[in-house]
């Protein structure tokens, strides 16, 4: 593919870098902004700067935020006993769009991948171990999505909390509300069936 | 969605406004951007800023260009009697991939499309017919999408030129070379019954 502009072209790369983004769909947002007005240009490119440059994260639990302390960490409604570990903040929205879940995060900014050159110590996982040895912290919940990485992820930092003797738990896999037995994958449908629960405690749940 | 953050927000939104994006592709996007190190927004940033602002356009043919006449446009061995409207960039791009076509092009720059308020005056078609009028345009080939949009800009244009007397053409619609009949859509069969061609000439295209 070669364009008749090297201003084009760099602009078509730069957009390719994104992740899920090729040189078609590239050039074709490029030629979207090349066709609105520049202020649209303007205001994309100042978002993103301003965003990058400035961006904070909450100094207890790691997640995006425009104040030191976020305004869970801060809600002193919230059991800071408990605390549930995620990847990242779509983790937390996700969980908080559910209300049930009224103890606090620690968002690790990643999992372990060595396939991708991520190690512990580019991850939030000192702080986590910290804020446990300080005390204070009853229960650890792991919520990291269930890949070989994730799986990675948890069994590092459950290692290392081991000696502090808390409670730590994963949350539970198994077949969605709404879903066919028929349409689950065999691991979660093993899975479900190795980790049931007592029927009482299901029918309590609701 | 509630993102924890204004900056972020700001950034989701403003990434959301490319076609094709949506808000929770906009939020991935935002994510990889702040997980990278920070020179990479900044490459992307400058180099759309600088598109935007500094691209220039070919004074002939309207293609993206880094000259005042494109390199199209600027080469002796093209034949410049033969003009083929299109409506982008990588129309003239995909044409100059065949490389079957030896004359020059006119970029419109998009299709007339009343729904998105594109009127003609929107396009280059002044310039076309401003070239045809001053001499030495013999052929123009419309090479629009055939889509309703691209007929009446089609017609449009074609009606225009009329009082000029040159030959106008359209690029062949038809059957693509190795596709079965079968899958055809029924418009495309049925055109490419209608303008069936004799068959020795069919042999001598090869």
Redesign the interface.
């Known amino acids: 593919?070669?364009?008749?502009?090297?201003?084009?072209e760099?602009?078509v790369?730069?957009?390719a870098?994104?992740?899920?983004?090729g040189k078609r769909?590239a050039?074709?947002?490029?030629?979207?902004?090349?066709?609105q007005p520049?202020e649209?240009?303007?205001?994309?490119?100042?978002?993103?700067?301003?965003?990058?440059?400035?961006?904070?994260y909450c100094q207890s639990c790691y997640?995006?935020?425009?104040t030191s302390i976020?305004?869970?960490c801060a809600n002193p409604k919230r059991d800071t006993a408990t605390v549930c570990v995620v990847e990242?903040?779509?983790d937390?929205?996700a969980i908080?769009a559910t209300g049930f879940f009224k103890g606090v995060y620690h968002v690790l900014?990643?999992k372990i991948n060595p396939i991708e050159g991520i190690g512990p110590s580019q991850l939030n996982i000192k702080p986590l171990i910290e804020k446990v040895r300080l005390g204070g912290v009853n229960e650890i919940i792991f919520a990291l999505s269930s890949t070989m990485e994730g799986d990675t992820t948890n069994f590092y930092i459950y290692k290392q909390l081991k000696e502090f003797g808390i409670t730590t738990s994963t949350i539970a896999r198994g077949i969605g509300i709404g879903d066919e037995l028929e349409y689950t994958d065999e691991v979660t449908l093993g899975r479900s069936l190795m980790h049931r629960i007592p029927f009482e405690q299901s029918i309590k749940q609701v």
Chains 1, 2 share one sequence.
Do not use: F, W, Y
Not at 27 to 35: G, Q, V
Not at 63 to 66: G, L, T
């Open positions: 593919m070669e364009l008749p502009s090297k201003l084009l760099n602009a790369n730069e957009i870098q994104l992740p899920g983004i769909t050039l074709r947002l490029a030629l979207h902004l090349l066709r520049v649209q240009t303007n205001q994309l490119t100042s978002a993103l700067d301003k965003m990058r440059n400035e961006v904070k997640n995006i935020s425009d976020c305004l869970i990242d903040v779509r937390v929205m908080e900014g990643g």
